[in-house]
């Protein structure tokens, strides 16, 4: 297989093009590295390079506790290409890290009224705000939907279902300000 060049692998096997039609679960290991490796080299592809790198360690730990210079050791890899892969291995530790962040929990509809009371008075132009919540009620994110004009406010339902499947929520509360006028 050396020396195939990335030109004459089928359009259906490239990374890219499969991850673009079946998403990153649809890929193995070395078919992700390839994407972040970009290239190959004179001797091999970027598929091969990338069979080449795990070739050297037992399993995906090892891969994550490579160091730099165990890279370098790895005909194909050089300095830049053993930095990026670095870079994206304590990427990824760190969002395997990174709790979701919760705003409180509510624990009744007074709760929220005066929450969002509080935030919404006062303002100059309606908006239209939902709160995302889990199956224990904490809210998960707060964002404001739609900003309306002084006097006017549309939301669509598609804009909120978005939202609410984007940060898999359980719950939801939408909650509309109505700029008052004095005469």
Excluded: C, W
Aim: charged letters at 25%; glycine letters at 4%.
């Amino acid at each position: 297989m050396q020396n195939q060049k990335f030109s004459e692998v089928p359009t259906h096997s490239r990374p890219r093009e499969r991850m673009e039609e079946f998403g990153p679960s649809a890929l193995a290991n070395h078919e992700l590295l390839a994407i972040l490796l970009r290239t190959g080299t004179r001797d091999y592809n970027v598929l091969q390079l990338s069979m080449q790198v795990f070739s050297h360690f037992d399993d995906l730990y090892m891969f994550k506790t490579a160091s730099l210079e165990e890279l370098l050791t790895i005909p194909g890899i050089g300095k830049a290409k053993a930095i990026e892969l670095l870079a994206s291995i304590e990427l990824g530790k760190r969002m395997a890290k990174t709790p979701l962040l919760k705003e409180g929990a509510v624990t009744s509809s007074q709760y929220v009224g005066k929450m969002l009371m509080t935030e919404l008075n006062g303002l100059q132009q309606e908006l239209v705000v939902a709160l995302f919540l889990n199956t224990k009620n904490e809210i998960i994110k707060k964002e404001t939907i739609f900003k309306g004009s002084l006097n006017s406010s549309v939301a669509h339902p598609r804009e909120i279902y978005k939202a609410a499947i984007k940060y898999s929520s359980a719950r939801i509360i939408i909650a509309h300000n109505h700029r008052v006028t004095r005469s």
